[in-house]
């Protein structure tokens, strides 16, 4: 059944209708699993209604068990909708809300359980009407150009932005443009508004957005200057396209062309606007006026000459000054006063009546009496006269500068001055000369000012600083000379240095003058000057001058040829090839490049290498020897084993010259440790360098030896003797040679050296050699004579065999002379392998009792094998024996304990475990009984007897080991 309330079921049977019965079931809803939102048709945007909430289940019954919590939503964004609401018991399934929409329009509400979002419901379409208007809004375009009307849309809303399509208001029209006319125009450019409002009710308003209003085309212009400026000083003037409602004209792209009532004006040339400009430029300091008086500046648009605008008045005044005029007389008399006018002017020609700047005045004619610095005043109206004195001949102009600024300035037209009378003659030479070159000399008669007296018509006389100068005769002036004279190689200077050469009137000798200073040069060099010092010491470097000389002995400075040295010292080390450079000035001294080494008298010459005639020598340099730096020891060739010889040492200085002064203290070693050398010896001045050691030295050992002597204090000076062949004296003992160690057995080599008392090798020994040894055993070599192929020396290969270990040596005897003997150091005679061993135990045991035995390892020479490094194995005679495990021998022997039970001789035998061979047995161990006396009987009868027949039984007592206690 899907039907709640009272239900009833009927039966029938389908051939007897009278056979029927009824039954009333009682049906209940099945859970919700659906919600149904009614709410009213219509609706006010912002008034509040009732919506009703229903739970049914599938079947479309209310589920009045429903307990739910439902959640409201809604198609209206704006709507005031219930809170979360949950179900009661007395909600039976239904609950009513109130609901408040506020956008006009068909709208619904939702209600979903907030478990099971599939019990949902939605009311049924709700139509929204608008409440009453509370506002405007206006709609107008985002742009509008000024002047050119538009629309605006007014729109009444509700509080809830719904339109109140039901308004019926008066509206009334103001703009943020002051200029505004109904039925839209705006004039003003920039962002506007326009705001409606109802005439009743003012809160019912509402503004358009921003109404971004354009200028309309330009028509005019606006030129913006300064009131004042000043002539030739640039301003800047700002010209804007206005439209007919004074807008700026921002998209004005036309070009503008200036004019002036200033005919001398510089005006910005055409320009066209960009749209960068937004119909406003500056022409930044492009305008200047020159011309004093009121003015104004003219733009006008180069096509449309009514797009036109001119500049308020500017007045312009005149501009300070920017030069000076200087006026004076055409000509004048050197040291003559005359006047010079100044005059102050702006740049554009003008008096600067009002200048009061400080005047500086300079001339061309650096002697002129010029008029110390004055400063302008109000009166002189920008001019001022001067006094000056020119004192050069010549074209000259005075110019006046203001001492501020340094370009207000002006300079006078040319002066012409004429020279005054004679007072000094002036003698031009040239810088430098040749000596014996001839050269020109120019005489100028020269007033006090230094003008040329053109009239001079006086006699010079010539002198000089050269004392062998050749210098012209005498000469007297003529009108043609205009007071100049050149006397063209008349001049010949032969020092050379520094010089001059004066001219003096011979009437008035007041009138006279010197050359500059004349820089005389030698001459072509000719030979060389070559400067030593008189003395030297061999072997100490010192210094040479060399100096180019001409044939008046001037240095020849410019001379760059190359010089080679040479000496009559063979062995000198003379400078390398050396070309003068300019730096030298013909002189050059080589520091320390020159070494002497053979004493005597020497000179050092130095040649030019392309001509051979340019030469020079030194004087004489007498070269002394130098200190000793070495000794020559002089020894014979030869020499005997302690026999005394003599050595002679001479002191040397490093160039192998015999040092006579030498007083040091010579200290004599020897290759031959064992040499019997001089004592130290002191040099004296007699010995003129040269000592002879006579029978002072004896060397001992053999080969070659050699003798050094050095200097006590200078170890540096040293000197060895070339080598001395030292030969063995008669032999007088042996030295035998032989191996630290060896084994038993195993045969090994002796070497014998006979020796001389200082233990050379007698190598000419040939004497008979015999053997004997500390080792009684030992295997020696028979008797050997030595051969001359011996050169003392033999060895006896595997001749020697030691067969005791220990320390053993071998010892060699000379047959005849007994005394000639050696014995050799400790031989260490090692066992060999180990071939048996020793077992060591006592003479007797009581059975049962430990006792201690000792096994060693021996080699076949009976000698303890230490080396052994085998396992000892144990049995014994006595089977009962307790004997030790298997062992190693520690150095080839051990110590172990063992018991023997068995009475009687009982033996113990250790066996190698691998070397069966290798074993040894213990002498007898007689085995008494255990200490402990009898412990039991043994009782012995036949097997069988008679009855009656006596029979014997034997009664034994034994110990523990069943040994007869006896």
Not at 264 to 283: E, I, K, R, S
């Amino acid at each position: 059944m899907k039907t709640a309330g009272n239900q009833t079921v009927t039966t029938t049977d389908t051939l007897n209708s009278f056979d029927t019965g009824t039954i009333t079931v009682a049906v209940g809803p099945a859970a919700a699993s659906s919600l149904t939102v009614t709410a009213s048709a219509s609706a006010t945007a912002g008034t509040a209604f009732t919506v009703t909430v229903t739970a049914k289940d599938p079947y479309g019954n209310v589920a009045t068990g429903y307990r739910g919590t439902v959640h409201f939503t809604s198609t209206d964004g704006q709507a005031v909708l219930p809170a979360n609401y949950t179900f009661t018991a007395g909600d039976n399934g239904v609950h009513s809300f109130s609901v408040t929409l506020k956008t006009a329009g068909s709208q619904t509400v939702t209600t979903t359980d907030t478990v099971t979002g599939s019990i949902t419901g939605t009311s049924g379409a709700v139509s929204v009407s608008p409440a009453a208007a509370s506002v405007f809004t206006v709609t107008a375009p985002g742009t509008a150009t000024a002047g050119t009307a538009f629309s605006v849309t007014v729109t009444a809303k509700d509080p809830y932005g719904n339109t109140a399509t039901g308004y019926t208001g008066t509206v009334h029209f103001t703009s943020s443009d002051g200029t505004f006319t109904n039925l839209t125009t705006l004039k003003t450019s920039g962002n506007q508004t326009v705001t409606a409002t109802d005439t009743v009710t003012g809160t019912i308003t509402g503004t358009s957005g921003t109404i971004v209003v354009s200028a309309a085309a330009a028509t005019h212009y606006t030129a913006a200057a300064p009131a004042s400026a000043t002539a030739g000083t640039a301003f800047s003037i700002t010209v804007t396209a206005l439209d007919q409602f004074n807008n700026v004209a921002k998209s004005y792209t036309g070009t503008v062309h200036f004019t002036s009532s200033d005919g001398a004006a510089v005006l910005p040339a055409n320009y066209a606007f960009v749209g960068g400009d937004n119909g406003v430029h500056t022409f930044t300091n492009l305008t200047t006026l020159k011309t004093s008086g009121n003015h104004t500046v003219t733009g006008t648009d180069t096509v449309t000459g009514s797009i036109t605008g001119t500049s308020g008045t500017i007045v312009v005044s005149a501009a300070v000054a920017s030069v000076f005029t200087v006026t004076t007389s055409a000509s004048s008399t050197a040291g003559t006063v005359i006047t010079v006018t100044v005059t102050a002017k702006d740049a554009f020609g003008n008096i600067a009546t009002g200048y009061t700047g400080t005047v500086h005045f300079t001339s061309s004619d650096g002697q002129a009496v010029l008029p110390a610095n004055y400063t302008f005043v109000g009166g002189d109206n920008g001019v001022h006269v001067f006094s000056v004195t020119l004192k050069t001949a010549g074209n000259q102009t005075v110019t006046a500068t203001d001492t501020v600024t340094s370009s207000i300035t002006g300079t006078s037209g040319a002066v012409n001055v004429a020279p005054a009378a004679a007072s000094q003659l002036m003698v031009t030479a040239p810088a430098s000369a040749t000596a014996g070159i001839a050269f020109s000399v120019t005489v100028t008669a020269k007033d006090p000012y230094g003008n040329t007296a053109t009239g001079y018509t006086g006699t010079v006389h010539f002198t000089s600083s050269d004392g062998a100068a050749t210098l012209p005769v005498n000469y007297t002036f003529v009108g043609g000379d205009n007071g100049v004279h050149t006397f063209t190689n008349l001049m010949t200077l032969k020092t050379s240095g520094n010089q001059t050469v004066t001219a003096t009137d011979t009437v008035t000798n007041t009138i006279t003058g010197t050359s500059g200073t004349i820089v005389v040069s030698a001459a072509a060099v000719t030979h060389y000057s070559v400067t030593a010092p008189a003395s030297a010491t061999a072997g100490t470097a010192f210094s040479i001058t060399v100096t180019a000389l001409d044939q008046f002995n001037n240095t020849a400075t410019g001379y760059t040829g190359t010089i080679h040295f040479t000496s009559s010292d063979g062995a000198a080390t003379l400078p390398a090839n050396y070309t003068f450079v300019g730096g030298d000035n013909g002189v050059h001294t080589f520091t320390n490049l020159t070494t002497l080494k053979t004493s005597g008298n020497q000179t050092v010459t130095g040649t030019d290498t392309v001509t051979g005639s340019i030469t020079g020598t030194s004087g004489t340099i007498a070269v002394s020897a130098s200190a000793a730096t070495h000794y020559s020891v002089t020894a014979p060739a030869s020499a005997t084993a302690g026999t005394a010889f003599s050595i002679t040492v001479t002191a040397l200085d490093q160039f192998n010259n015999t040092a006579t002064s030498y007083a040091g203290t010579v200290h004599f070693t020897s290759s031959d440790g064992a040499a019997v050398l001089p004592a130290n010896y002191t040099f004296v001045g007699g010995d003129n360098g040269v000592h002879t050691f006579t029978n002072l030295t004896t060397l001992k050992t053999s080969g070659n030896q050699t003798v050094t002597g050095t200097d006590t204090v200078t170890g540096t000076i040293t000197g060895t003797s070339g080598t001395i062949a030292v030969s063995a004296s008669a032999a007088t003992h042996y030295s035998v040679t032989a191996p630290a160690s060896a084994t038993a057995g195993t045969a090994f080599s002796v070497t014998v050296t006979a020796l001389d008392q200082f233990n050379n090798t007698a190598t000419g020994y040939t004497g008979t050699v015999h053997f004997t040894s500390g080792d009684g055993a030992a295997v020696l070599p028979a008797n050997y004579t030595f051969v001359g192929g011996d050169n003392g020396v033999h060895t006896f290969t595997n001749l020697t065999t030691l067969k005791t270990s220990g320390n053993q040596t071998v010892t060699a005897t000379d047959t005849v002379t007994g005394s000639i003997t050696g014995t050799s150091g400790t031989i260490a005679v090692s066992a060999a392998a180990a071939t048996h061993y020793s077992v060591t135990a006592p003479a007797s045991a009581t059975a049962g009792t430990a006792f201690s035995i000792t096994v060693t390892a021996l080699d076949q020479f009976n000698n303890t094998a230490t080396g052994y490094a085998g396992t000892v194995h144990f049995t014994s005679s006595d089977g009962q024996a307790v004997l030790p495990a298997n062992s190693t021998l520690t150095n080839g022997t051990s110590s172990f304990n063992v018991t023997l039970k068995t009475s009687g001789n009982q033996t113990i035998t250790g066996t190698d475990t691998v070397t069966n061979s290798i074993t040894g047995t213990s002498g007898n161990v007689n085995v008494t009984f255990a200490s402990g006396g009898a412990t039991h009987y043994t009782v012995s009868a036949p097997a069988n007897a008679t009855a009656g027949t006596a029979f014997s039984v034997t009664v034994t007592a034994q110990d523990q080991f069943n040994n007869t206690v006896t």
